[in-house]
């Protein structure tokens, strides 16, 4: 493959619709190779647009300052980071000749609770908890007692964890559905799924592209209010369990089709699989393997995307600890203790403008050569020593 220098007329352009700090370090993967890089977002001085060579602010769910931006960039690739985007902008860049990563239909599928379960559940039968979609109060107190309790309430479309809860009876029914009501996102509709008591649940992320499938090592992970809080490279898991986990994976990428890594979220009860979402794009609790892998899932994303080898070296066991701010300001601080700087601990501080109540604002990394839980461990002492102002 011949790579360019950016800002020539026949640079590799890559356009990110999404620019936190995952999009950061995709952006900063595709200029290692000399592609010129395009941000996107809803906001300035997002994390991406901070490493960019160029960005813009728009509105991401208006379909027509979506196309705008795209029809003046041309880029090679459009790569959507986010599930607020307008979809209908990514079905006319298709049908315009534009690339969407990993296609337009695998997005739409994804970024909607209702289409991605429907797709996984019913068209390709992969083994999932009994779910029902309401849009009135009423609706939802029927699927409790259809499902029973616990049961888990999430807005069909939204982020990082944002309107879940775990309604534990039906005096909970109220709650969980103002809160899914309150999140942003859409949550005209809602999804009521049985709550598995599951040992644990995984990332698997999976990367694809013309020269085959290639699997990550599984990484657990552990959520506070559907959003990680911690993940950790490998998890012991049986080796059963881990190939019904890979034939889940693939099975669902392939299905979606395109070019890409994916991170595809699953439920492990003993040696049993259960199919939870699916992102087609790096995944926040994959921030670990920029610690574990010689190459990160950021940096297989691109590759994929551009037809390179997939191949990589695994350093040994890792793990990470999400940052979430204490502070609503404008003016963000981020204070960490001069002893949290060892050979084995790398801090990554996004640089977001702004931070309220609960926002991830940094990332502490840490590893062992030979254990997930020494690595857990250590990440945990080391998420206590950064605090914000």
Not at 7 to 29: A, F, H, Q, T
Request: with cysteine.
């Amino acid at each position: 493959m011949q790579f360019t220098a950016p800002l020539k007329s026949d640079s590799i352009k890559i356009m990110l619709l999404g620019s936190g700090e995952l999009g950061k370090e995709v952006v900063i993967e595709a200029q290692r190779l000399g592609c010129e890089t395009i941000a996107v977002d809803s906001y300035a001085n997002a994390p991406a647009h901070l490493v960019a060579n160029r960005s813009y602010v728009v509105d991401m769910k208006n379909e027509n300052e979506l196309l705008e931006v795209i029809r003046r960039e041309k880029p090679d690739y459009i790569l959507p980071e986010v599930e607020a985007i307008s979809i209908s902008a990514l079905f006319k860049a298709e049908e315009e000749g534009f690339n969407v990563i990993p296609n337009a239909e695998a997005v739409n599928k994804t970024m909607n609770r209702r289409n991605i379960r429907v797709f996984a559940c019913e068209e390709l039968q992969l083994p999932a908890s009994k779910y029902e979609f309401v849009s009135t109060f009423e609706a939802l107190q029927k699927a409790g007692e259809n499902i029973g309790f616990p049961c888990v309430i999430k807005p069909v479309m939204s982020s990082s964890g944002h309107g879940q809860t775990i309604a534990k009876s039906a005096d909970d029914l109220q709650n969980s559905w103002e809160v899914a009501k309150e999140a942003r996102g859409d949550a005209s509709e809602l999804i009521v799924e049985e709550f598995i008591t599951f040992d644990y649940e995984i990332t698997l992320l999976t990367v694809r592209n013309e020269t085959g499938t290639t699997f990550c090592e599984p990484i657990g992970h552990i959520q506070k209010d559907g959003d990680y809080v911690f993940s950790w490279q490998p998890i012991e898991m049986s080796e059963l369990a881990k190939q019904r986990s890979i034939d889940v994976a693939k099975k669902i990428t392939d299905g979606l089709g395109g070019r890409g890594l994916f991170g595809v979220e699953l439920f492990v009860k003993g040696d049993d699989v259960y199919f939870s979402e699916v992102s087609p794009r790096p995944h926040d609790t994959g921030m670990v393997t920029l610690i574990t892998q010689s190459q990160s899932e950021f940096a297989l994303h691109i590759r994929a995307i551009l037809g390179l080898s997939l191949e990589y070296v695994d350093y040994g066991c890792g793990a990470s600890a999400a940052y979430k701010s204490q502070n609503d300001t404008f003016n963000p601080s981020i204070n960490i203790e001069d002893s949290i700087w060892d050979k084995n601990t790398i801090v990554r501080v996004f640089g977001k403008p702004q931070s309220h109540l609960g926002r991830r604002m940094a990332v502490a990394l840490t590893f062992d050569k030979n254990s997930s839980e020494a690595a857990l461990n250590l990440s945990k002492k080391a998420i206590k020593k950064i605090t914000d102002i």
